[in-house]
Each structure stands twice: as structure tokens, then as C-alpha cells.
């Protein structure tokens, strides 16, 4: 059984909606509206709640199998610590979610652009998991 630390899953499922709140609200919030087709009078604010809450249980299922990824990366490596975090980060983002998300470009036609905004907001959270499991095994 991979041990796992729940505390740990769960600031970095904290850690990840964080971003994503920054991510797509000051940061690129603008921009990735436009570029998906949506206005602020199309968001439906009614279905927010059911939005976030079905995001935090998929933010607290890639913490929680990210932290099975560390163990056999910081086995596997030798590394410890932040390299180790941002390693198995980094090649978990290139490995899944870079080429399945790559898809909206190539068959729903939608825009190189996008795709790096959403693309991009996986391979900080991934990062971020990574570091802060490995800091806290």
C-alpha cells in the first residue's frame, strides 16, 4: 500500500482551486472567456456552486493520485524534495494531460492560445502538488 498523507492531499486540492481562481479570474480570465465564446451574462452563477464543488473533488483526486506518482518517482529518481515535486509534476502534465487536452485543437478547432492557458494552469497545479507532497512526505 503507497502511504499517503491525507493533510497534504487536501491543502494541495486547497492550493490548486486557489489558483485556478487567480488563474482564470485575474490572470487570464478575460482572455480565456473570450477565446471559449463566453460573455460574464453566459456564465451561469447559479451553477457555480455544482461547478466548484465537482472541481474541488477533481482537484482532491489529482492530489491524491499525484501522491502515489512521488512515491515511485522519489524511489525511482533518488530525488527528495522540490526536483522531486516539480519532476513528477512536469511529467505528469506532458505524459496526460498535454496530449489529451491538445485535442481541442485539433478537433474542436479551437485556438493554440487557449489551449496554452488551460494547458498552462495543469502544469502549475501539477507542479505545485508535486512540491508541496514532496515537502511535506
Known amino acids: 500500500m503507497v502511504p499517503v498523507n491525507y493533510l497534504a492531499v487536501l491543502v494541495s ?3 490548486m482551486m486557489g ?7 485575474p490572470l487570464f ?22 461547478v466548484y464543488a465537482i472541481s474541488a473533488i477533481g482537484a482532491l483526486l489529482m492530489a491524491f ?12 529518481l533518488g530525488e527528495s ?9 512536469f511529467w505528469n ?6 496530449p489529451v487536452t491538445v485535442g481541442v485543437v485539433l478537433w474542436e478547432g479551437k485556438s493554440w492560445k487557449l489551449w496554452a ?3 498552462g494552469y495543469y502544469l502549475v497545479a501539477l507542479c505545485m502538488i508535486g512540491v508541496i507532497l514532496a515537502l511535506w512526505k
Open 65 to 76: 493520485v499525484m501522491s502515489h506518482s512521488l512515491v515511485f518517482a522519489m524511489t525511482y
Open 19 to 25: 489558483l485556478g481562481f487567480l488563474w482564470y479570474g
Open 81 to 89: 524534495g522540490i526536483m522531486a515535486g516539480l519532476q513528477t509534476g
Open 93 to 98: 502534465w506532458l505524459g496526460f494531460v498535454a
Open 117 to 119: 492557458i488551460n494547458s
Open 13 to 15: 486540492a486547497i492550493v
Open 29 to 50: 480570465g478575460k482572455e480565456w472567456m473570450r477565446l471559449s465564446g463566453f460573455t460574464p451574462e453566459s456564465m451561469n452563477a447559479k451553477a457555480a456552486g455544482k
